[in-house]
């Protein structure tokens, strides 16, 4: 019976929405039953339909939004996040994440490259976010779990298939699951933080290597591209899947929107407010490459297109967009206005190159927006690799201290 009323769910939704419309039918059906009864007929309604058309009723009014809870520390966001939360958000109606805290990160994980200001902008700016629960502990203890219950009306709490152990080698989800409230979500493959840190150490590494070994610094940063392969199904599943309306105020902004950060979502953010629909041109690989030289784009295009297409402001993007912004793209795309942030990686022009954006500046249809963080992608790689060799040098005093500490052992016991 309870396949056979989630299979019909449609008619029941339809039934319950329309009350004047199902009363109706239901005099109706009530008259057609008393007749054919009176000629000594069959109902066209037995007495267990009506008992179970109350059953049905009574669980569509008392059918809730499911809410659902999933955390995380959310340092350097990528696209893996976001598939992790659009997994999340399709077991329940609301959404709500738990941003960890710098200080629970820096104790099971080591510091976070950014900080919970521009963690908790990049998590909000995601479009299946509903709500935000800032300085989360990282193991869900029994304290939380009650205030997620009780306070913020969780039904769920989700977690990726990979496991996520704490420091004693417990499992952080244990207590949700005891309970009973734990629901599990797929990992995306290919991609994870660790992957991109390895990607920029490996690159600014290499970067350091004279122009003599460019062909084997080029192969090696070839390798440490991501391995996920990201289909047709992945960007239906990001996109927005809407157009523009006939008499849309259509904004276009293009970048790189390499390691997607606080700073993306603030000017898409400003950019989508001044018009009706936001059109992102991401611009492709080797035009990256020529503009900024290696070793970016950290991440390939496919991977950029998927951390816009995450963002709540964000309309439709253009894959490949070319570098300079041309009469027949505002034609073709119906721009109204071309926008560009104060804060970016390739403002100042280069002696002899053409302004990208001198078309839709001769149409007066071109502004420049105060960007409204200072950050960067190459400010982010920079902290990425500070907090590396900090960690080495952690790590070394660490080794020479323990080497010290069992050669006075043996000293010792030799003695």
């Known amino acids: 019976m309870a396949m056979e009323y989630e299979s019909n769910n449609w008619i029941w939704d339809w039934l319950y929405s329309s009350p004047h419309l199902f009363g109706g039918l239901m005099v109706t059906a009530a008259l057609l039953g008393f007749s054919t009864s009176y000629f000594g007929g069959v109902g066209v309604f037995p007495s267990y339909g009506w008992s179970n058309f109350g059953i049905f009723l009574k669980k ?15 340092d350097l966001m990528h696209y893996g996040h976001a598939n992790a939360l659009r997994q999340a958000k399709a077991l329940g109606d609301e959404l709500v994440v738990g941003v960890v805290s710098d200080e629970e990160i820096v104790a099971n994980k080591g510091p976070p490259v950014l900080s919970m200001e521009e963690r908790l902008a990049l998590v909000s700016g995601l ?24 306070e913020h009306k969780i039904d769920y709490i989700i977690h990726g298939d990979d496991p996520c152990l704490l420091p004693d080698g417990s499992d952080a989800y244990a207590l ?17 933080s660790t992957d991109i840190v390895g ?70 953010k400003k950019a989508r407010q001044l018009g009706d629909f936001l059109l992102v041109g991401i611009h492709a690989d080797h035009i990256v490459s020529e503009q900024r030289g290696m070793p970016y784009p950290v991440m390939h295009l496919l991977e950029r297109t998927l951390g816009v297409l995450a963002c709540r402001y964000v309309d439709e993007v253009i894959i ?23 804060i970016s990686e390739n403002n ?30 190459s400010s982010v790689a920079q902290r990425i690799v500070a907090n590396h060799e900090a960690y080495m040098k952690r790590n070394a005093k660490k080794t020479q201290s323990e080497k010290k500490y069992y050669e006075e052992k043996a000293y010792v016991a030799g003695d």
């Not at 800032?134 to 869900?140: D, S, V």
Request: charged share 25%.
């Open 199 to 268: 990607r920029i150490l490996s690159s600014m590494k290499d970067n350091k290597s004279s122009e003599g070994d460019s062909c084997k610094r080029q192969q090696s940063q070839r390798g440490q591209l991501s391995q996920f392969l990201p289909t047709s199904r992945r960007i239906v599943q990001f996109s927005n899947g809407k157009g523009p309306g006939p008499n849309a105020r259509i904004v276009y902004i293009d970048g790189t929107f390499d390691l997607f950060h606080a700073g993306h979502v603030e000017i898409l």
């Open 127 to 150: 479009k299946w976010v509903d709500q935000v629960i800032a300085n989360a502990p990282y193991a869900i203890t029994e304290k939380f779990m009650n205030t997620l219950f009780n």
């Open 320 to 342: 490949g967009a070319p570098w300079g912004v041309t009469k027949d793209m505002i034609t073709t795309f119906n721009i109204s206005l071309v926008v560009h942030g104060t």
């Open 60 to 74: 569509r009014r008392e059918r809730k939004h499911i809410r659902v809870y999933m955390d995380g520390c959310f």
């Open 176 to 192: 949700a699951k005891k309970a009973g409230r734990y629901k599990q979500i797929k990992r995306t493959e290919g991609v994870s």
């Open 348 to 377: 100042a022009l280069l002696p002899g190159e053409t302004d990208p954006y001198a078309v839709p500046k001769s149409l007066g249809i071109f502004r420049m927006l105060e960007s409204p963080k200072s950050i960067t992608t």
